[in-house]
């Protein structure tokens, strides 16, 4: 039998990797055409202007920008997958860009108070670096004076929901590495079904659906958070099998190879 060689490894480990990329690559293409499309459907609806469809568009793109950049950041600081120097442009970059959105429109202030509530609360992302943006965005509510209009049983609803998330995230986690070896049987099976949906974090996402629903939450934010949450799986997905490091390493060895 014909064994791999080490650089036949490392050609076929840089072909994957590169097929995870532009798998993220066209993922994100997927993302910006669909919120093109659902803001100029949604503000259609209601005759709004040009501009509104726009900045609709633009809403749930930014949501997943951030949703990349707190992966990102969770990544490099609790799994060193990815560099910490990049980690800080990121949390830079992400808190001029939410601290922009909280300016322009009450609802995402609302939103990124929930989330960071839940994300204080469930203690994932590395505490001192949490605390910058949360510190610039307290501050930047208080100097506008806009905690009054906040939306305070919206932002209540949606971080017990994101906590929830979290935490089932967490359990299911654990659980599935019971089922990893062998094939489930009968009600098992059925179980973990249920884990696996409680791992891709639905609960948030059905509970603003609800909310949206019922009219309480205008549907293009539940869009922008679904997008939200759809940045952070992609990049979860991503990084779980290598480091930006590592990935450039790969690449570089499979151009050397050819």
Not at 206 to 211: A, F, G, P, R
Not at 218 to 231: E, I, K, M, Q, V
Request: glycine share 6%.
């Amino acid at each position: 039998m014909l064994t791999p060689t080490s650089d036949d490894a490392r050609v076929a480990s840089g072909r994957r990797l590169s097929r995870d990329w532009s798998t993220f690559a066209l993922a994100t293409i997927f993302l910006v055409t669909a919120a093109f499309a659902i803001a100029f459907g949604y503000l259609q609806e209601y005759k709004l202007s040009p501009f509104a469809s726009l900045y609709g568009a633009c809403l749930i793109i930014s949501f997943y920008i951030i949703g990349v950049g707190l992966k990102f950041v969770d990544d490099a600081y609790d799994r060193n997958r990815f560099s910490k120097k990049a980690a800080h442009l990121v949390l830079v970059g992400g808190t001029l860009l939410g601290v922009t959105l909280t300016w322009l429109d009450i609802w995402v202030a609302s939103i990124f108070l929930a989330l960071l509530i839940a994300v204080a609360l469930t203690g994932k992302v590395n505490q001192r670096l949490f605390l910058i943006p949360a510190l610039v965005f307290f501050f930047f509510l208080f100097a506008l004076g806009d905690l009054y209009q906040l939306h305070w049983a919206f932002v209540v609803v949606a971080a017990t929901a994101a906590l929830a998330d979290e935490l089932g995230s967490e359990f299911a986690k654990r659980h599935l590495e019971k089922f990893a070896e062998g094939s489930p049987k009968g009600w098992e099976k059925a179980r973990v079904v249920a884990l696996r949906i409680l791992r891709n974090r639905f609960i948030a996402v059905c509970v603003l659906l609800v909310l949206a629903m019922v009219k309480w939450l205008p549907f293009l934010y539940w869009f922008a958070w679904l997008a939200l949450d759809f940045g952070y799986t992609v990049l979860e997905a991503i990084s779980s099998r290598m480091s930006s490091r590592e990935l450039l390493q790969a690449l570089v060895e499979l151009v050397a190879a050819k």
